[in-house]
Structure formats: C-alpha cells, structure tokens
C-alpha cells in the first residue's frame, strides 16, 4: 500500500507555471507507475498523465501535450506535474494516484486528498 500527499497548487495567471509535487510513503514506490488526474467543478474526473515506474514512459491527455510535464524520482518517493502555460481551462482539483500498471483513465488503486490549481484569466 501506497499514500500519496500532494502539494504545490495555488492561484496563477494564465499563461503562468506550477508545478505540482506528490510525496508517497509506504512499501515500494518505484515499483508503481503514477498518474495525475483533475476534476472541475462540475464535471467528471479527467486523465491528464502518467508515468511508468522506471519513468521511461510518459502519457499525456491531448489537452494538456506540450504544456505539462511529468516525471518522477525514485530516490525521493515524489512524482512531479510541471505545468506551463496554463489556461483558465485548467482550473481544478488535481490528484495524484498510483497503480500496479499504467492507466490511462481514473483506474488507479490509490489516490491522494488532491490539490486546488486556479488559473485566472
């Protein structure tokens, strides 16, 4: 088992960066791939990406390809959301989550109590 915490949301303007961290504890981080979702108000929780567990793989849902960044350190137990260019859109909760395998959807076993991203116009 697997607990996630994240950290490192706020209130940013549009066209600005965050970056997003995730700190695990538990039993073998580096053998789980990671994943960071977000849901708007109002709406369905969303992929956004994902990482294998060695890191050499990387997924990205289109709507954010090109602007954010995931990647992970095994040494640190943290997973990384570097988000650039950010646009009003963006605006939600995100969360961090974890799974044997990589998922491209909400399909992941753990989770973490999420973060508040903000994007002003």
């Known amino acids: 088992q697997v607990q996630l915490v994240e950290s490192g949301g706020g209130l940013v303007q549009a066209g600005g960066s965050v970056r997003l961290s995730c700190a695990a504890s538990?039993?073998?981080?580096?053998?789980?791939?990671m994943g960071w979702l977000r849901q708007a108000p109002g709406k369905e929780r969303e992929f956004v990406a994902a990482i294998s567990w060695s890191g050499g793989s990387t997924f990205y849902a289109d709507s954010v390809k090109g602007r954010f960044t995931i990647s992970r350190d095994n040494a640190r137990n943290t997973v990384y959301l570097q988000m650039n260019s950010l646009k009003p859109g963006d605006t939600a909760v995100y969360y961090c989550?974890?799974?044997?395998?990589?998922?491209?959807?909400?399909?992941?076993?753990?989770w973490g109590q999420g973060t508040q991203v903000t994007v002003s116009s």
């Open positions: 989550a974890a799974a044997s395998r990589v998922q491209l959807d909400a399909g992941y076993d753990y």
């Open positions: 538990g039993r073998a981080f580096s053998t789980y791939a």
